[in-house]
């Protein structure tokens, strides 16, 4: 069984930083692509970010520019750098891995952008 743990979140200000991780157990995690997604109170959730096995990226158009998805495959974690952070991007964050025919879920992680 797969899981996935999410951490990193957190309060910050405005224009601030915060890098959010993505554990998971297995060792499958090589070849699953790797997404995160984010949920606002009252909104529906929302895609964010993909990397793929091989490396390759995309994010959404609100986020394109400020953050940046990785993921180390030796520590079987993903990343997502938030830079530039606005009051907007505050939603409780999820990282969710797809292998084959099975998507995986993890907890989530708040983060809220605030002064």
């Known amino acids: 069984q797969v899981q996935l743990v999410e951490s990193g979140g957190g309060l910050v200000q405005p224009g601030g930083s915060l890098r959010l991780s993505c554990a998971a157990s297995?060792?499958?995690?090589?070849?699953?692509?790797l997404g995160w997604y984010r949920q606002a109170p009252g909104n529906e959730r929302e895609w964010v970010a993909t990397?793929?096995?091989?490396?390759?990226?995309n994010y959404a158009d609100s986020v394109k520019g400020r953050f940046t998805i990785s993921r180390d495959n030796a520590k079987n974690t993903a990343y997502l750098q938030m830079n530039s952070l606005k009051p907007e991007d505050t939603a409780v964050y999820y990282c969710?891995?797809?292998?084959?025919?099975?998507?995986?879920w993890g907890q989530g992680t708040q983060v809220t952008v605030s002064s």
């Open positions: 969710r891995m797809v292998v084959g025919a099975r998507i995986h």
């Open positions: 297995g060792s499958i995690f090589r070849n699953g692509v």
């Open positions: 990397i793929t096995g091989g490396g390759s990226t």
